[in-house]
């Protein structure tokens, strides 16, 4: 269950529509949050002298944390209703994905949480190396937040994943939330080879669902379209789902998301928040 989340920002608009969003969901489920900053040494202590390294690094330490509590206060501000959780603020150094990677392993978060626009460079949901990085490197389930999108809740949770196989931790995670929100989940089959998955595949699946799982809330939808891409795009914009989650190496079908050629396709499915699931 989801007991720790962490938040990384850079303090850009997008970071903390990330923020508002994670503190949100740990109300909701309860959830303790740390907040964390990554500064990259090389950008202001490359041509340093060693005696004033520790100096100036008080002084950006202490910037950091200025800058994390006005981002909390604003919160606040945002949301002047909702009790507020205990919020821990985090700063490290050194290569931002790693940085974030290590910081989540250090303090056994369950979840990590990230905007879809971040830091420096990144252009949009999967092209910027930082965050791409945390897709391919992230052992912890990753969410990755659209700047524009607010949160109302989790009522509905999509997994897109291919009948023919099935994840018992990811699902375990996706079911465990479900209860914990009163959320529905959708199960869909994104078939990432040509044809579809024959009808007593898709019997045997959703029979090995409901023995593990049971069958409460639980839906399955069959995706058609030219592409996996176009039919999870279809079904995005017709869905009333409020969260995606995904394999990053299921069957390679991040890696066709992650190809340059659909990158229009992306900023569409990026509407929505998109929990990553490490293989």
Sequence with gaps: MLSHILVATDFSENAHNALRYAVQLAVDVKAKLTLLHVTEPEA?????????????WKEVEAGVMKEMEHA???????LPDLEMPGVRKEMRSGLVADAILMAADDLQADLIVAGSHGYAGIKDLFFGNHTASLVSKSERPLLIVPGTYS?????????AIDFRSIDDTAL???????EELGSTLEIVHVDVEEGKAAPAELENFTKLVQRLFGQAHIRYEFLEGESPVAALIGYMERSDADLLAMKHRHRHFLGLILGRSV???LLKVASLPILVFES
């Design 72 to 78: 909390l206060q604003k919160i606040r501000e945002e």
């Design 44 to 56: 202001f202590l490359a041509q340093t002298p060693g005696d004033l390294m520790d100096q100036i």
């Design 172 to 178: 375990q995670t996706l079911v465990e939330l479900k």
């Design 263 to 265: 990158s229009k396709d």
């Design 151 to 159: 949160y109302q809740g989790i009522r509905k949770m999509a997994y």
